[in-house]
């Protein structure tokens, strides 16, 4: 038994004199923080999905939260209150114009985060 630890400890001693100094490579530093960056981005990408995926399930949830207490709780009757409107043609040249300003001002909000996102990651 003891013989065969020493020839063991020879062993491991003579393939640790044996074996060459380990140089690194010159760019391993570049590389290894290229890595590193490329992780970063990665988890932060993920993070974003998992914020994004939070918020549209959180607006999911209160969208049908606020229609069942409505139609459920409060017998709130769709038809009896569309069917007593009378939709002119004032109405829609508002509904026109208050589409177009929505539209305008989701177009600029993206805009905004776009380049907040693109000034604050370069």
Request: with cysteine; aromatic share 12%.
């Amino acid at each position: 038994m003891e013989t065969n630890k020493k020839h063991t400890e020879n062993a491991l001693k003579q393939a640790l004199q044996r074996r060459q100094p380990g140089r690194l490579p010159s760019n391993f530093n570049y590389r290894m923080m290229e890595q590193i960056r490329l992780e970063a981005e990665k988890q932060q990408k993920r993070k974003e999905r998992v914020m994004l995926c939070g918020m549209i399930a959180g607006i999911l949830l209160l969208l049908g939260v606020g229609v069942y207490t409505l139609v459920f709780k409060l017998e709130f009757n769709f038809k009896e209150y569309l069917s007593g409107m009378d939709f002119s043609h004032a109405d829609s040249s508002l509904l026109a114009f208050y589409s177009y300003i929505a539209t305008l001002v989701l177009l600029l909000l993206g805009l905004d985060y776009w380049l907040r996102k693109k000034k604050f990651h370069s």
